[in-house]
């Protein structure tokens, strides 16, 4: 496993990081979910990414839950705030006493004294964005955060935000998690120059573009019983198109060319990006993060770069 700086900061995370959102706390069985992330951690993954809202909670708990046993110093955590997690006016958001209640929640459920990384979830149109920042500057001065983050932010957005920290010395943000595939390429124009502005590195999730990119699901076919796009609650229509399954269907040549396979070629291609810290990836069994892992370390040449390209266009 190779390991990356975050942003411009001195932390170390490893190329391939495992995620827990639609995996851990319901969706997966607690046992397959607790040996992924050991599984990850004896490849040498020490970055883990849950969220408060996953599962309004039980995710975190797993998650703590399975890391508990290995030293504290030893793996990297991330946890995020934003998302409704209660009924009340005063449930979700970026308020200062959202964030305060909520890392204290999220503390609890992962057993932990502090969190690596703490994220925005997302942007808050409703809550001043000094009042945001206050907050999580104060919870890294108690000692509860560390570095603090945000996720599906506009370059816009970051760089407001770096303005007004450096003008109020409040601590920067360091790092943002974005949606980022082969199929999904939206940071490239603007936020991964602003990242490499101002010390922001990228955490990018979906980087198999939610399995399309593994190549479970094929032109002409129906949808695999078991897999995500079969259940009910997700909608994956914009992304599962017969031109994306068309392109992977010539991206999967490029792969066994490269030995590697579909998935492997899909992040190591990500990691081309010296601005992204790490691919974010999901596991509901010990085999998957295996074969993800092995992405690592992988430098594709220039020639099947620009072969690569030509497909995705």
């Not at 997690?85 to 057993?111: F, W, Y």
């Not at 479970?216 to 009910?232: D, F, L």
């Not at 031109?243 to 999967?252: A, G, I, T, Y």
Request: with cysteine; proline share 3%.
């Amino acid at each position: 496993m190779q390991y990356r700086r975050l942003g411009n900061t001195g932390l170390k995370v490893s190329e391939i990081s495992l995620g827990s959102w639609l995996t851990y706390g319901g969706y997966v069985e607690e046992e397959k979910a607790i040996a992924s992330i050991d599984k990850a951690y004896e490849l040498g993954i020490n970055f883990f990414d849950t969220a408060n809202v996953y599962m309004r909670g039980d995710a975190e708990k797993v998650v703590g839950k399975a890391l508990r046993k290995y030293p504290r110093s030893s793996y990297v955590l991330a946890t995020k705030v934003f998302g409704k997690m209660g009924d009340g006016p005063n449930d979700h958001g970026l308020s200062r006493k959202h964030i305060v209640e909520q890392c204290d929640a999220s503390l609890k459920r992962l057993g932990l004294d502090y969190i690596d990384i703490y994220y925005c979830h997302r942007y808050h149109q409703d809550t001043p964005l000094e009042e945001t920042l206050r907050a999580l500057d104060d919870l890294i001065r108690q000692g509860k955060v560390l570095y603090i983050g945000v996720s599906e932010w506009s370059a816009e957005q970051m760089t407001e935000a770096i303005h007004l920290a450096d003008k109020k010395l409040l601590d920067r943000i360091v790092v943002n998690q974005p949606n980022y595939s082969m199929l999904q390429r939206y940071i490239e124009k603007e936020v991964i120059p602003v990242g490499k502005k101002h010390g922001i590195g990228q955490v990018v999730f979906s980087p198999l573009a939610q399995g399309v990119l593994t190549g479970k699901y094929k032109k002409g076919q129906a949808i695999p019983e078991n897999s995500r796009a079969a259940q009910k609650d997700m909608n994956l229509s914009r992304i599962l198109t017969e031109d994306n399954l068309e392109k992977v269907e010539k991206l999967k040549a490029i792969a066994a060319n490269e030995n590697l396979s579909l998935a492997q070629l899909a992040i190591a291609w990500i990691l081309r990006q010296e601005n992204v810290a790490s691919a974010l990836v999901g596991a509901s069994r010990p085999e998957q993060i295996e074969e993800n892992a092995k992405a690592s370390g992988i430098t594709l040449s220039q020639e099947t770069l620009a072969k690569t390209e030509e497909i995705l266009g």
